[in-house]
């Protein structure tokens, strides 16, 4: 890992206790959704369009056993060209 994935996981540690409810939002084209939704294939997916329809705001609600799992998610998620992590 490096320094930023170190911090991020101390940050989650000090501020969730595990398990715990995490919330991702991702920012991607509409022609990326199903690629959000193959990341998460046991959770619910919901998107919302952008006004002009460029960009698809996606919600995932996961039940995360560890910082590291939420990590490994994000690093997976990563690998989607365009894809704005919020």
């Known amino acids: 890992m490096d320094q930023s994935t170190d911090s991020f996981k101390e940050k989650l540690d000090n501020t969730h206790s595990f398990p ?3 919330v991702f939002k991702f920012i991607v084209k509409p022609d ?3 690629e959000i939704e193959k990341l998460f294939p046991k959770h619910e997916v919901t998107q919302k369009s952008s006004s002009g329809g460029k960009y698809v ?3 995932v609600k996961i039940m995360a056993a560890s910082s ?3 990590i490994d998610h994000y690093q997976e998620a990563a690998k989607i060209e365009g894809i704005i992590s919020l």
Do not use: A, D, K, R
Request: proline content about 0%; charged content about 10%; aromatic content about 8%.
């Open 20 to 22: 715990t409810l995490y």
């Open 32 to 34: 990326q959704v199903n």
């Open 57 to 59: 705001s996606t919600t």
């Open 68 to 70: 590291q799992e939420i």
